[in-house]
């Protein structure tokens, strides 16, 4: 084993850890993202020469697992790996990084995947004024400032612009999602940024797609951790659940079904590991991209056998496996279908 | 295969079709179409709309003071019912309670409760579930001794749909724990305001309150208020399935949900979305098929045949086709689903897409269709045996 692969191992154990502790009750009641900083979770994927812990998507991986199986509302995907993914990726935003990876500031993401900047920003004497409606920022409601993403006046291309949200003309509208975390609509009206809060070099589509690919593995992560819950759960209740007389899952029906869920569960577990193994290999965007249309697929199935095999109990919101699906529902709105990811993984093989 | 229909059953279906567009609310409709929650009194206000047609005990021969449909008239029934956003009608009175008592209960029964469901007047619940007891329903353990001219009853239901605005509760109990499990079984009507009684909410995946938990604490019922003979209440159990089974496919409903996504996929102007009309049209094929299969068992029953348990094909289909509309509903509309608004869904706040604000609600309630009624597990299970004859 490598070095990175033992810090990797180490990190997982945390993570359960972490995990179970949370389950069990056994938080410390205090604030989660200030864990997440103690654990040093929060500087894990950023290069060292950055101040990061280099663990780059291995590492940002197994965080989204425990996120999934243990339903973590921390914000770390929209937090740490979207818009703190950007920052690392901008010259010009060292010292935003610095306060991310600090826990000083939380950053919300004000940018969708697969989606054209929806904010403007014209230039204004020496530096810009912003406006437009970002819909569904996730955890708004958690963060000091959101970067966004906008559209530079006749110039083209995309900026990028660290917005703190208490400035003048910011409105922010918090709404629940369906699984219980919170987004809101950030509306920018006509507010004034110096120059110096645009943090790319000229245009930052091609960072953008780059983390746009890292989300999608994370998010993939996040499913593969909950669709690993849903699975277990289904197993143990097959077991468990006797009726005429044996535990249904006794009835051959069943058991194929019960495999079939174990092999989609695979499917997904070793296309998130190959791609969070692959670093910035040529094919690591491929399976990026692949890991998370295949998550949604086998996290569909996996989700309505759980439910269905359970029976009467799968429908109730006291079970979990309802809050289980309805993660990975949210998580295929939030970052988008199968269907609309078929277009970046082609031109992912290309070259 | 298409049925012929004569003019009096076409003159039958206009009527049915423009009695119900004439008196079905708007709010309520629109409640309907956006799969918003109905309370009681939305059930209760529309279902007396059918019962002063006497419609809405539809089902029920003329000498049980139903309305003595044909089976096509009752095919056209449903499928201009379903073409329209009217609610799906409370069926435990209605399709359950009242063809067990019209069947198998003594005159001074029928004449005391079928006017009641008839009208409209009673709210029923179904009583079969337990813990321990769901497909295998014979396994129950709610216990019914006799004690002079009552039973005194102690267990438990669960999965008890509307127990908390039900007058009434038609309940399986063990009258004989001696005998095989199928035969010490029997059917009692219990009413919901006896003492003892204890009626808990549970909530569903999509946060509704539907069903209940019913802990029975020694409840007196009379034994006037057993239907048929003691250790019976299998048999009539049974009887109730192949009744039920018919009228499960929901095709009409499926219709008209298959053209309201199309109409919302039109006003998002997404006509030229290739996949997403593929699916449409892929969608409406599979469906017509059920309505076909649905036909042709019709067409058998009207020649005097007994379909019998092959209508379960009607059940598996017609469920899944309405889970993956429900589906494609959330996909269409995207991240507008995103928002999610108690107070929409109660049709207390408006909303900007009111289409896309029940859609995860209602994707997420859609999967009890597979379970409930006899799961497709064990549909599956009747099919194999009685229709393939595998042992
Ligand atoms: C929304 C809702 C409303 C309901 N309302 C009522 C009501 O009003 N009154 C009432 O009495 N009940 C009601 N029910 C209960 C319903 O009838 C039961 O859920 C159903 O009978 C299944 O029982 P179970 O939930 O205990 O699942 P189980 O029987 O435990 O089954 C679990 C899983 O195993 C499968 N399975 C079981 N046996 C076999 C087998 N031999 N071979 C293959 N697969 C098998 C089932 O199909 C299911 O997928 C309701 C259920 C729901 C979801």
Sequence with gaps: ???????????????????????????????????????????????????????????VSAVMQGHGRGLLPTPYLPFIVMAGGALARCPRAADALAAVMAGERRVAAGFAVGRPAAITAEPDGA??????????????????????????????????FLVGLDLPGVTVETYPLPDGRRAGRVILNGVALPAADRLDDGDAAALLGDVETATLLAAAAENLGAMQV???????????????????????????????????????????????AAGDGPEAAQLAVAAWIQSLWSGRSIGEEAIQLHGAIGMTEEHAAGRYVKRILVNELLFGAPERHFARYRSTMQG | MTMIFSDADKAFAADVRDYLAANLPEELARKVRYNQRL???DYTGWQDVLAARNWYAVGWPAEAGGPGLTQTQRYLFERAYGALPCPHPCQFGIAMAGPVIFTFGNEEQKERFLPGIRENRDFWCQGYSEPGAGSDLAALKTTAVREGDHYRVNGQKIWTTWANWADWMFCLVKTDLQVKPQRGISFLLIDMRSPGITVRPIRTIDGDHEFNEVFLNDVMVPVENRIGEEGQGWTYA?????????????????????????????????????????????????????????????????????PGPEASKLKIRGTEIAQALSRLRVDLHAEDCLVHSDAFLDALEPSSNPAAGGAVATYLNQRKLTIWGGSNEVQRMILAKQILELG
């Design chain 2, 39 to 41: 309370t009681r009194d």
């Design chain 1, 127 to 160: 530096g810009w004024r912003l406006g437009g409606t970002q819909p569904h920022v996730l955890a708004v409601d958690e963060a000091d400032a959101v970067l966004v993403a906008a559209r530079p006046g006749a110039e083209g291309g995309t900026g990028l």
């Design chain 1, 230 to 276: 849903l699975y277990e759960e289904t197993l143990a209740y097959a077991k468990l659940r006797k009726q005429f007389g044996r535990p249904i899952g006794s009835f051959q029906s069943l058991q194929f079904r019960l495999v079939d869920m174990w092999i989609k569960l695979d499917e997904v577990r070793s296309l998130v590991a190959s791609a969070a």
């Design chain 1, 1 to 59: 084993m490598s070095h990175l692969d033992d810090e990797i191992h180490m990190l997982a154990e945390t993570v359960d850890r972490y995990v179970a502790d949370r389950a069990g009750g056994r938080a410390s009641g205090g604030d989660a993202w200030t864990e997440l900083a103690d654990l040093g979770w929060l500087l894990l994927p950023y290069p060292e020469a950055a101040g990061g812990l280099g663990l780059g998507a291995a590492g």
């Design chain 2, 238 to 306: 049974k009887f109730l399935l192949e009744f039920e089974r018919f009228s499960m496919s929901g095709a009409a409903r499926s219709r008209r949900v298959l053209s309201e996504i199309r109409a919302d996929a039109e006003a998002l102007g997404r006509t030229g979305d290739a996949r997403l009309a593929e699916r449409l049209t892929g969608l409406e094929i599979e469906l017509l098929a059920l309505e076909h299969m649905e036909l042709r068992l019709l067409a058998r029953s009207v020649g005097g045949e007994n």
